[in-house]
T-cell receptor, first 112, second 118 residues
Framework: TQLLEQSPQFLSIQEGENLTVYCNSS?????LQWYRQEPGEGPVLLVT?????EVKKLKRLTFQFGDARKDSSLHITAAQPGDTGLYLC????????????FGQGTELSVKP | DAMVIQNPRYQVTQFGKPVTLSCSQT?????MYWYQQKSSQAPKLLFH???????NEADTPDNFQSRRPNTSFCFLDIRSPGLGDAAMYLC?????????????????FGPGTRLTVL
């Protein structure tokens, strides 16, 4: 069974702090995506990474794909209350149809 | 704006009473997915359609069925809902299935339908 371990599961921080969320697996992924989900809504795609060692930036969010394509991280600089939500990583393989394997999610709360 | 639409956003049904959830997309994507998401958990894939080709996950109960009458629409039928089927149901689309040359699998989700079973 292919698993994607995401940590931490819960994170409560003050506005202005930095944070990092990790996704780790023993499996190699063809691609990995990060989503953000607000309560009562569907996940919204933030970024896709496909190349080992790739780094992508989205304003204050920095995403990194591990060199071996088994792990990824999401770093948020100077978190704001609007960053509050559930962050999900999801891995995929080109030879397994459209199946995404999701991590357990990280519930982030940023307090003003 | 191109999007994934789910109706209704909230659905209440009775134990054992069949219910249908609908999804439509204006993205003209080939693949449509149905996920079940319970509180504080990650989405769980139930099945997907690649064009008209239906692909069921091995652990999806027989109680869950799906129809895709055309490219734009996909339905989730729950034949006899149980209390354990209360969840958020998410529809997603992707342009195509991942390939060796194009390994990414970007899926675009609808807002979900919250199902309550009484």
């Amino acid at each position: 069974t292919q698993l994607l371990e995401q940590s931490p599961q819960f994170l409560s921080i003050q506005e202005g702090e930095n944070l990092t969320v990790y996704c780790n697996s023993s499996s190699v992924f063809s691609s990995l995506q990060w989503y953000r989900q607000e309560p009562g809504e569907g996940p919204v795609l933030l970024v896709t990474v496909v190349t080992g060692g790739e780094v992508k930036k989205l304003k204050r969010l920095t995403f990194q794909f591990g060199d071996a394509r088994k792990d990824s991280s999401l770093h948020i600089t100077a978190a704001q209350p609007g960053d509050t939500g559930l962050y999900l990583c999801a891995g995929a393989w080109y030879n397994q149809g459209g199946k995404l394997i999701f991590g357990q999610g990280t519930e982030l709360s940023v307090k003003p | 704006d191109a999007m994934v639409i789910q109706n209704p956003r909230y659905q209440v049904t009775q134990f054992g009473k069949p219910v249908t959830l609908s999804c439509s997309q204006t993205l003209n994507h080939n693949v449509m997915y149905w996920y079940q998401q319970k509180s504080s958990q990650a989405p769980k894939l139930l099945f997907h359609y690649y064009d008209k080709d239906f692909n069921n996950e091995a652990d999806t109960p027989d109680n869950f069925q799906s129809r895709r009458p055309n490219t734009s629409f996909c339905f989730l039928d729950i034949r006899s809902p149980g209390l354990g089927d209360a969840a958020m149901y998410l529809c997603a689309t992707s342009r195509d299935l991942p390939k060796l040359a194009e390994p990414h699998n970007e899926q675009f989700f609808g807002p979900g339908t919250r199902l309550t079973v009484l």
